[in-house]
């Protein structure tokens, strides 16, 4: 059988950095083939390439036996190559008919847009991947990210791709959206779409995968059947060591009460929120997506205020309603999209770094940037951010690394609450041990750690205490030794089926 | 060649500088006044007013925003210092005290219109520019002032050491700019916003607060600018400063800040503004017509940046 697409010896520098060195990947029709590496392995880069976004500097690319190459994403997407970015690149005024057909819209006879054909495919094309529920008429920005990925996914499919790649499209997807994802991919294979599929969630390679290539460093470590390899064995070929234990987390003193919620509401997604926070201790929320979690730490951080209810900060009561006020009451919060609100991404490592401690950096008001600078390489190497230095501009970095570089600019601020919207969203296996191990340290020495996630282990491994929050309220807290898988996602179908029936 | 080096070579300032150095090399030959000191010096004279309003508009633009309204805010102010001066019988100095007050409370009503409202910066000071106007001339009536003391020309006329005083005072104003802007925290936020005023405000800076900085500010030197431009032409009339947004703005993207915000320096905008001085003044004296400076000045325009876009391109990889 002819690969749809062949790489081979494919080798790419940035600025005289090798990213890609000397890397073979294939993938064939009706197969997921996935990509596995560290932070900064090159995944994303040798997608790129393949889509035609970046060119190689060596070797070779043939699709369907031919060899090719690409001088812009334009000719890749005739060629029937579709990519569903790491971050989604949609636009957010645009309606999802448009989005979907944005570069290819039905025309009429005389040359204008087709209107009505295009939401009649684009509805057909949604409808095709389950997703009955979703409007074509509806705005992109105001769509959930699993959403948001549908429609790349129904855009890509718009195209009648062949291949079609998507870089960690479950990194920010809660357990249920996966399921569904799974279900769409397994289906595009049935069809003799060949799939490359990038995540560092190994359960779901196991789960969905045919192949396996692994990069490290730049290098092409191997290509193997998925059932010669185990989860173990993978790690060791993508770390180079194996990692024993994914959710180290050690026991901490658990100290006084440092964040109060008593009643607090804002709008329709934190209804009487009432929870308690204590220095060294990790408090887990669990929750569908858009249960309420992310807006309850948007308004303990200020960026919408409390309408109703209190918030108190070692007892006493607080009005918290900027970012800056939070941030000087020692709360940080980590987001959850990194691209929007976490990094500034043209500006520098060093400069994300001291946005948030701008003020004790400077000397008088002039900012100082050899302390800066030295700030910025002390995290650079306590997270093991994969970076040319400090003065490397954000967005040039991997997505795992940008989202240590969100985390080291909130470590900066020395926080005495810090919230974590997905803290590992995005990280790898290795990279993940460490910032657990790190969560752990920081909660023995005081710290106390809100953690919001939607991954139910990292739940279930780092919490003392986990809340299950639905449809803006909290609806159990259920303590580290009854904390189960089975527990925790019964209290989420069982509140889910009450409001149904409500 | 080292990354650093290929990087400074291809700034847009860098190519700018060049740019410039030629330029007037190539008007020194063309014209034999061109090139002397009394030209040049006088060129810097006609400039500082512009330039003033240059540097505060180079943070706007940094942000991401635009402030069209500068040019009739210098127009009121300076009509409002004939009135307070003239009609009030205020000492001048006052007047002039007040006039540029009045500017800065003209920049603060953009900057709430712009944060409070939500408006976006080009709409809201589209209308404040037909505000301010109107105001000038409503108050104006068509008289202008006359008959200032003769102290009062020291400002726009005289020299210092041999060097207009405006170029003085602009100097001065374009070192702290390029303090603020370059190395302070202030200048980091700016840039900050400019590039992603979410990110800017979730990482606790105060986004509001620091656009109605920037836009008081912009009013504030649009007032300074104003009571040089009087002290320089010896009159007020209603009509001062008006379309001098566009060689305001003109000078700022020309120095290579990104009209979307997030990019830009002080440095770039005083070599934007040399540029756009030396055309106009060179090719004048070539005896090109004022169309035909536009049409170079356009041209100059369009070309540097291209320039400076196909060679970042390279430089990103
Ligand atoms: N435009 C660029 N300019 C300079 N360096 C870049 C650029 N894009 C990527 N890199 C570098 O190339 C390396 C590989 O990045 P890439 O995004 O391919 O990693 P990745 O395997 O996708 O990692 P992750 O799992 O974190 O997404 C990184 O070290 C990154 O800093
Ligand atoms: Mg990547």
Redesign the interface.
Known sequence: MTPLVELTGISKSFVGVKVLDHVDFDVRPGEVHALLGENGAGKSTLIKIIAGVHAADEGEIRIGGEAMKFANPGQAVKAGIAIVYQELLLFPELSVAENIFLNHAPRTGWGGLDWAEMRRKARALLDDLESHHLDVDTKVGSLSVANRQRIEIAKALSQNARVVIMDEPTASLAEGDVQQLMTIIRRLRERGVGIVYVSHKLPEIFALADRVTVLRDGHYVGTKDIKEVTERSLVAMMVGRSIDQLFPKEDAPIGKVLLELRGVSHGKQVRDVSLTLRAGEILGIAGLVGSGRTETALTIFGITPATAGTILIDGKPVQISSPQQARDLGIAYVPEDRGLQGLVRPQTIAENISLTVLKKLARGFIVDRGKEDSLARDFIKRLGIRARGPGQAARQLSGGNQQKVVLAKWLAAEPRILIMDEPTRGIDVGAKSEIHALMSKLAQNGLAILMISSELPEVLGMSDRVLVMNGGRIVAEIARKDATPETVGAAMTLVQEREAAA | MS?AWKNLLLRHETILGVLLVITLIVLAFQSDRFFTADNLLNQGRLMAEVGLVALAMTFVIVTGGIDLSVGSILGLVAILLGVFWQKLGLPLPLAMMLGIVVGGVAGLVNGLIITRFGVPPLIATLATLALYRGLAEGISQARSVRGYPDWFFMLGQGEFLGVPVQLWIFGLCAVIAA?ILG???????T??IG??A?????????VDRSLLLIYTASGLIAGLAAVIFVSRVSTTRSDMGTGLELDVITAVVLGGTSIFG??GTIIGTLLGLGLMQALKNGLALAGVKGDGTIVVIGAVLIGTILISNIFRKD?D?
Do not use: D, K
């Not at chain 2, 190395?183 to 936020?189: D, E, I, N, V």
């Not at chain 2, 979410?198 to 105060?206: I, T, W």
């Open positions: 990354a303090v190395l302070s925290t202030f200048g980091r936020a840039y900050a590039s992603n979410v990110a800017a405000r979730f990482s606790g800076l105060s997030g990019r430089a990889g």
